[in-house]
């Protein structure tokens, strides 16, 4: 009954590679959200869809690129991967704006 | 600037003793506050929330939390840790207007003795 849910766990890649990360989330909630958490732990977030608009696009490198085929999942395709996207990448879901998120367990990406 | 502050990076508490938690924010109303934690390789779950109202504010697993506007604080507390609290706590902090994205401190790291 996992209520947000990511995969892969974990992504090991190559620099230069491009990779996706999924999520989905099966609360009946409109608004999905990214969040990096870099190796100080420090959450910042990237981008957020209400509704399958997007709401929120943070400083983000355009070699991110959110997308949301239906409200229920928000995926993460990044393209070109650096070493500095090493981190654990979080999904997270609210009723709608206003609400409280819940999150995902993350994916640990590493760049090698 | 918006921001959020959590003053203390480790506290190291025994087991069965009380917790306190510091948050402070940086903003010149009253934003939506909350706290999550973070136990080893695992995601955030959410503990409480403050939105309006009653400023102390009951969670899950035993934490509270007050808020107090004139100190621009939302602290969490718990009468008696177990082992099993010990994780990362961050505070987070939806500001007006932000199209409810969340601002989080620099987390707090918890150490249970026991």
């Known amino acids: 009954d996992t209520a947000v849910s990511q995969t892969p766990k974990y992504l090991v890649t190559q620099m230069g590679n491009d990779k996706s990360i999924k999520c989905e989330q099966n609360?009946?909630?409109?608004?999905m959200y990214w969040y990096k958490q870099d190796s100080k732990k420090f959450l910042k977030i990237m981008f957020s869809?209400?509704?399958?608009?997007?709401?929120i696009n943070e400083t983000v490198p355009n070699r991110f690129s959110p997308k949301s085929p239906d409200k229920a999942h928000l995926n993460l395709h990044i393209n070109s991967l650096e070493l500095g996207d090493s981190a654990v990448y979080f999904c997270?879901?609210?009723?709608?704006?206003?609400?409280?998120?819940?999150f995902g367990p993350g994916t640990r990406l590493t760049v090698t | 600037a918006q921001s959020v502050t959590q003053p203390d990076i480790h506290i190291t508490v025994s087991e069965g003793a009380s917790l306190e938690l510091r948050c402070n924010y940086s903003?010149?109303?009253?934003?939506?506050l909350f706290w999550y934690v973070q136990s080893p390789g695992q995601g955030l779950q959410l503990l409480l929330k403050?939105?309006?109202?009653?400023?102390l504010v009951q969670g899950i697993k035993g934490f509270e939390a007050e808020f107090k506007r004139s100190q621009s604080s939302f602290n969490l507390r718990k009468p008696s840790v177990h082992w099993s609290d010990a994780a990362e706590y961050f505070c987070?902090?939806?500001?007006?207007?932000?199209?409810?994205?969340?601002?989080f401190g620099t987390g707090t790291q918890l150490k249970v003795e026991l």
């Open positions: 997270a879901s609210s009723q709608g704006l206003g609400y409280e998120q819940y």
């Open positions: 609360l009946g909630h409109d608004t």
């Open positions: 869809y209400n509704n399958k608009e997007l709401i």
């Open positions: 903003y010149g109303a009253t934003p939506y």
């Open positions: 403050y939105f309006s109202g009653d400023t």
């Open positions: 987070a902090v939806r500001f007006t207007g932000g199209g409810n994205k969340l601002t």
